[in-house]
Nanobody
């Protein structure tokens, strides 16, 4: 069974920084695109950023310049460095990985359970 586990969330003051991690574990052939989404109370889940196994990145416009996504393919771990945090960044942050269990099977999206980020003074 493949699992993605997020860590690094917490409470931070406006203008502060946090680094989220997402580790994929279990038996699988490869992880293609990995990404972060977030969901604030009463709002729909929205894309934060994603990254291919080759390192190509994509960001939502509101995150550009403040957030940086990266990954360590050897350790199947993805990161999200969040700087200049604002109260409106408060949300549950979810990671996903497009996982190929075997080389002859297409990728399946696997989600983590989420980590809470709260930006407040």
């Amino acid at each position: 069974q493949v699992q993605l586990v997020e860590s690094g969330g917490g409470l931070v003051q406006p203008g502060g920084s946090l680094r989220l991690s997402c580790e994929a574990s279990g038996q699988f052939f490869s992880v293609n695109v990995m990404g972060w989404y977030r969901q604030a109370p009463g709002k729909e889940r929205e894309l934060v950023a994603d990254i291919t196994s080759g390192g190509m990145t994509n960001y939502a416009d509101s995150m550009k310049g403040r957030f940086t996504i990266s990954r360590d393919n050897q350790n199947n771990t993805m990161y999200l460095q969040m700087n200049s945090l604002k109260p409106e960044d408060t949300a549950v942050y979810y990671c996903h990985g497009d996982v190929r269990r075997y080389s002859w099977i297409g990728a399946m999206r696997v989600w983590g359970k989420g980590t809470q980020v709260t930006v407040s003074s």
